[in-house]
């Protein structure tokens, strides 16, 4: 009975217990009737109760939020503070060179950020569609924002679900969840009452939003919708998932604030010391000042960004678009990657792999709906259907007694139908039997539709090829144990009826479903042993009738690039795992045939229900140890990635469902597919792959760990330069000596030197090997020992050379301002010279190719134009307080930068890295543990 009290209208908040009631009970519960549905003003009452159908907007920042984000350094904190103070002071020139460095490396983020999210912005459009609802007894179309619990809708082929609903009429009602559950094919739906405790890829008797109907129909009672579906629940866990930082955020906003303590103590240090000494508290301030401003790499932010950025845009062109600049790098640093298998390991297309007749074994090639490929014997040869009559009704059964349609779709080719059925169509089509032919051959004249109940589907056919008084034909296909107890006889590859050998069909069968693959039997009844007509045509007729005539096994394929894909990530030290809501047996089969374990028996495998009753503290072990995860839950993925994050490794999820959403948040990165993937998923994801191919993420490893090492040699070049003028300084205060550079000297050098000459390195190519080394360990800091002596190496060099030549050029008769003229010359040309060191931080600039980043020499022109301006022009000597200087002072700037370069040179030669290979098993032994593990064999 319809209830219109609103008083006692039901609150569903637990949609998952409506599979554990009765149909009558659902009703009564939700108060709808499974006639006449919801009547208008009840609807109405309800929607303004629960509120529409739809996900909760995710709330965006601002614009001066995103803004003020960009600018949230500790070092730009001091860059801002500098420039306020310079300006308080009336040193206008310096305080607008500051300020330009800000607000350009603002820019250049917020720009960045605004075009990734507005080509990502569909959150919404997962649940936006229609539904066929039934009010006041009447049935009609309106969105699915307006469906509120207890509405009776209907459900049809095509359609995707628009509530969570409870069924309570179904007919061959099939429904794609992969996207949900990662369930690999299409889900039988009856309204059949289940047990309570039933995961939710096994609740038949529900429907869920967001899947998608494959065949046929059902009328079902909405029991949750919006926020309190099981959709609506994966967008919680989305929000509720910490994003991490990144280990180059991390890393930089450690290294930043030690860089800010340090710069700050040495000013004040400064400050103190002239005031012991006698000075000006005014001139000691604003020498601190420009200490600290010299010292601050004011490129860095924008070196940052501009590196970053470039890795998006190369990223781009192979396909992977980036959402926020520093996850670039992140994937550099990884250590496991964890995929999905459906959609992204395989293909999402169901293919058949195997045909079996009583006579002989076949292969069959190619993957996906395309036609390309062919069936072949055990000898490699192209099978005939016209040697093998076994074979010509195995692959005729599998396409007559089908409802699938192929289609193209702008040269791609796809299905309208059951993913298995429509392998078996493909099947057919690769031995010349295409879907217009077979339809010409045997007209279809009866159907007997398949059910979860009777496993098979039969249709009654008349064969064309007789002529006049044509014959009638049964065909049928499904599961073997219920194909076999219709027949009695098997087809030899004669056409010649022999007696049921049941013991090997169903041995074959029980070989193929180990290898993961799901197995069809096919069966016909011959004409020549019984004529069937369409009125005598049915269920009952058929036991004991039908002749054997083969098995056709199939899976998802892999992707054709993704177990190259793979070997590359083993090469690099990168475990991946599998995690996946298939069943065991299908996800290891996939495994293997991929390269995530080298032998069948190295499988280490956990299912959802084993890491369920694993205590908490045993849980990161386990995980560590296990290569694929089987049959888990949204849940149980956000807690493997947690656990992983555990045992301190940077970890990339990829995934294309709905369920994927929450780990890919979750996750130090989340890639996400582009073409298949759901808009949940791209939303939760950092990076989306616009051609859905794992082998992607090959490319994005290659150029994230070309990013973190651009940005390292950026630093590693530019710290020298802030080091050695902000010593220069201070030992000037500490022995109350002349300044051998001016402040405004030194902000030209950091200025000019950081874009004509740092900001090439973003444009570095990447170094050879960079695949065969091992991921860098979380805990390493952004800048070794080893770069860290190199730096204080060179601001020696830098220090010792600019006060050498100010006393030289002094000591035989220079004024100051040429003095000073050719010590800012001196840090110009080391840091020239210095930056064909760092284009590789470990080989000889000679072994990478002098002329291999042409924007080197780009930059380096554009500088020494710059010095020469500087040097000689008499306004900028005005401006800046330099002055000519002669070409036997350039000999002596030039002697000191060859010197630095050959220092240099040396150190790194001394200091060479052991072999990639060496490393890597080093890395392996740090961070891997054995791996006994639990096998399948044991299962």
Not at 48 to 63: E, I, V, Y
Not at 365 to 372: C, F, K, T, V
Not at 595 to 612: K, N, P, Q, W, Y
Not at 788 to 802: D, H, K, Q, Y
């Amino acid at each position: 009975m319809l209830r219109d009290d609103l008083t006692t209208a039901p609150e569903p908040t637990a949609p998952h217990r409506y599979h554990g009631l009765a149909v009558h009970e659902v009703l009564t519960t939700l108060g709808a009737d499974p006639e006449r549905g919801l009547t208008g003003r009840e609807a109405a009452a309800r929607s303004a109760r629960f509120g529409p159908n739809s996900l909760p907007t995710a709330k965006r920042d601002g614009l001066l939020v995103r803004i003020l984000r960009q600018i949230h350094n500790p070092l730009i904190y001091v860059l801002i503070a500098g420039g306020v103070i310079t300006a308080v002071l009336g040193h206008y020139v310096d305080s607008t060179v500051i300020f330009g460095v800000v607000v350009i490396n603002a820019l250049v983020g917020f720009i960045q950020e605004s075009k990734a999210e507005s080509e990502l912005e569909s959150l919404r459009s997962m649940v936006l569609t229609h539904a066929k609802v039934v009010r006041d007894g009447h049935q009609r179309t309106a969105p699915s924002e307006e469906l509120v619990p207890g509405d009776l809708v209907l459900i049809e082929a095509g359609d995707k679900v628009p509530a969570d609903m409870r069924l309570t009429r179904s007919a061959e009602l099939q429904v794609d969840e992969s996207a949900l559950t990662g369930e690999s094919v299409p889900v039988h739906k009856s309204e059949t009452t289940l047990p309570d405790a039933i995961p939710v890829a096994d609740r038949r008797n529900m429907v869920y939003s967001g899947t998608l109907v494959t065949t046929g129909g059902g009328v079902g009672i909405v029991c949750a919708t919006g926020a309190r579906t099981e959709l609506g629940e994966i967008h919680r866990l989305v929000g509720a998932a910490e994003s991490l930082s990144t280990p180059l955020t991390v890393k930089l906003a450690r290294f930043s604030r030690l860089l800010t303590v340090g710069i700050l103590a040495l000013a004040a240090l400064t400050f103190g010391v002239g005031l012991l000494r006698g000075q000006e508290a005014a001139q000691m301030f604003t020498a601190a000042i420009a200490l600290a401003v010299g010292a601050i790499p004011e490129g860095l932010p924008a070196a940052v960004t501009v590196t970053l950025a470039i890795g998006v845009a190369r990223m781009a062109r192979r396909r992977a678009v980036v959402r926020r600049l520093p996850v670039v790098e992140t994937l550099g640093s990884t250590t496991v990657i964890c995929t999905d298998k459906t959609g992204t390991l395989t293909e999402n297309q169901m293919t058949v792999r195997a045909v079996w007749t009583p006579d002989c074994e076949y292969e069959v090639s190619g993957s996906g709906y395309g036609l390309d490929g062919a069936v072949r014997d055990a000898a490699g040869m192209q099978a005939s259907v016209e040697s093998d009559q076994a074979l010509r009704w195995s692959l005729l059964a599998g396409a007559a007694c089908n409802d699938a349609t192929l289609t193209v779709h702008d040269g791609t080719r796809g299905i309208v139908g059951d993913p298995t059925e429509g392998a078996m169509l493909v099947a057919a089509g690769k031995a010349g039997l295409g879907p217009d032919l077979v339809a010409e051959l045997l007209p279809r004249l009866a159907t007997i539709p398949f059910s979860s109940e009777r496993q098979y589907m039969a249709s009654l056919h008349s064969e064309a090829a007789s002529g006049p008084g044509t014959a009638h034909l049964v065909l049928a296909k499904g599961a073997v144990e219920r194909v076999l107890d219709l027949c009695d006889g098997q087809l030899d590859a004669e056409g010649t009826v022999r007696p049921l050998d049941r013991v090997a069909a169903t041995r074959t069968a029980e070989a193929l479903a180990d290898r993961g693959l799901r197995v069809l039997a096919t069966a016909m009844c011959p004409a020549t042993a019984r004529s069937l007509e369409p009125d005598r045509f049915g269920e009952d007729a058929l036991p004991g009738t039908l002749v054997l005539t083969g098995l056709q096994a199939m899976l998802d394929p892999p992707r054709a690039a993704a177990a190259r894909a793979v070997t590359a990530c083993h090469s690099a030290g990168i475990s991946v795992k599998m995690i996946t809501g298939d069943h065991a047996a299908t996800a290891v089969a996939i495994a293997g045939q991929v390269g995530l374990f080298e032998h069948r028996d190295s499988a280490v495998v956990l299912t959802g229900a084993e890491l369920a009753a694993l205590p908490d503290e045993e849980v990161p072990e386990a995980v560590d140890r296990a290569n694929v995860f089987a049959r888990v839950s949204p849940e149980q993925k956000l807690r493997l990635v947690a656990a992983m994050q555990a045992r301190g490794h940077v970890v990339a999820m990829t995934g294309d469902g709905v369920n994927d959403a929450p780990a890919l948040r979750q996750a130090g990165i989340g890639v996400a597919m582009g073409e298949s993937g759901t808009e949940v998923a791209k939303d939760a994801a950092d990076m989306v792959l616009t051609d859905d191919d794992f082998a992607t993420i090959e490319a994005a490893v290659e150029e994230g760990r070309g990013v973190f090492d651009n940005l390292t040699k950026f630093i590693t070049w530019t710290l020298p330069t802030n080091i050695g003028e902000g010593l220069v300084i201070l030992a000037a205060i500490l022995f109350g000596a002349a300044l051998p550079i001016l402040p405004t000297q030194i902000l030209w050098i950091n200025m000019t030197t950081a874009v004509a000459l740092g900001l090439m390195l973003a444009f570095e190519p990447k170094e050879s090997g960079i695949m065969t080394r091992p991921p860098r360990d979380p805990d390493q800091p952004l800048l070794t020992r080893a770069l860290m002596f190199r730096i204080l190496l060179v601001s020696t060099i830098l220090v010792a050379g600019s006060w050498w030549i100010f006393d030289w050029e002094l000591a035989h008769g220079a004024d100051p301002a040429e003095a000073r003229t050719a010590a800012m010359n001196v840090f110009v040309t080391v840091e020239a010279f210095y930056l064909f060191s760092c284009r590789s931080l470990t080989s000889s600039v000679w072994r990478i190719g002098l002329f291999s980043n042409p924007w080197v020499i780009v930059g380096l022109t554009v500088q020494a134009v710059g010095q020469l301006a500087i040097t000689y022009l008499p306004a900028m000597n005005t401006v800046f307080g330099t002055a000519p200087i002669g070409g036997d002072v350039w000999l002596r700037i030039m002697a000191i930068g060859i010197g630095a370069s050959l220092v240099v040179a040396v150190e790194k030669r001394m200091r060479q890295s052991p072999p990639a290979g060496r490393r890597r098993d080093d890395y392996r032994r740090k961070t891997r543990s054995s791996r006994p593990g639990i096998h399948l064999g044991r299962r």
